[in-house]
């Protein structure tokens, strides 16, 4: 089955420490989002990616990076810059083309020990 | 930027009929709006999309007035299933060819009453 897979579902940081987040999708889209959801919150958009080897700030990018090497993958690192990383991340991708809808994974659970 | 206003939460009982309003009072010419539903630990999934009238498919309705500030998502008959938050958004960050954020706000949490 086509989709996106997040990994893992379930991850600890500790203070200080970097961490990555997977994110593959089989959908030969050419788009791919990293969003963060806060509880009884919406979601936030941190980076998006309209083609391999490009990628633009979302809405709070501070204190992650991602990377685009390949059309599949769109790993996100949380840096220990990000002194409130406590929440859930979402991937999604997208055809890219206007009024696409997004495909999402079911999610990271990021905390800190 | 194109703000969404919907209602923080709504009950049902199964099988009724569940509209949910969402109003787009600047809505842009070329705004499509797209309607998705998350469960818990789940990430949300695309429902329907529409740009004017009405669209139907095997889950639910949208319903878009002439003037377009608002959109009403459909759901017929629903079940205990259907529990989940529905979230409107309208316009996409590609649209411009430049960044155009699109927020998911907080969504509607629809609660499905036995």
């Known amino acids: 089955d086509g989709g996106i897979t997040q990994s893992p579902k379930y991850l600890f940081r500790k203070e200080g420490q970097n961490v990555t987040l997977s994110c593959e999708q089989n959908?030969?889209?050419?788009?791919m989002y990293w969003y963060r959801q806060d509880p009884g919150q919406g979601l936030r958009l941190i980076y998006y990616?309209?083609?391999?080897?490009?990628?633009q700030k979302g809405d709070i990018a501070e204190g992650y990076s991602v990377s685009r090497e390949k059309k599949e993958s769109f790993p996100l690192t949380v840096t220990s810059a990000q002194k409130n990383p406590t929440a859930f991340y979402l991937c999604?991708?997208?055809?890219?083309?206007?009024?696409?809808?997004?495909?999402f994974g079911d999610g990271t659970r990021l905390s800190i020990l | 930027l194109a703000k969404t206003t919907q209602p923080i939460s709504m009950d049902s009982y199964e099988g009724q009929e569940v509209n949910i309003t969402c109003s787009h009072n600047?809505?842009?010419?070329?705004?499509?709006i797209t309607w998705y539903q998350q469960f818990p630990s789940q990430g949300p999934r695309f429902i329907i999309q529409?740009?004017?009238t009405k669209v139907t498919n095997e889950v639910a309705s949208l319903f878009i007035p002439a003037d377009r500030k608002s959109s009403t998502l459909s759901l017929p008959r629903v079940s205990l299933s259907d529990t989940a938050v529905y979230y409107c958004l309208v316009g996409d960050i590609f649209n411009s060819g430049g960044y155009q954020k699109v927020t998911f706000g907080t969504g509607t949490k629809l609660q499905v009453i036995p």
């Open positions: 999604a991708s997208s055809t890219g083309n206007s009024n696409q809808p997004q495909h």
């Open positions: 990616s309209q083609i391999v080897n490009d990628f």
């Open positions: 529409g740009y004017k």
């Open positions: 600047n809505i842009a010419t070329n705004d499509y």
């Open positions: 959908l030969n889209h050419d788009a």
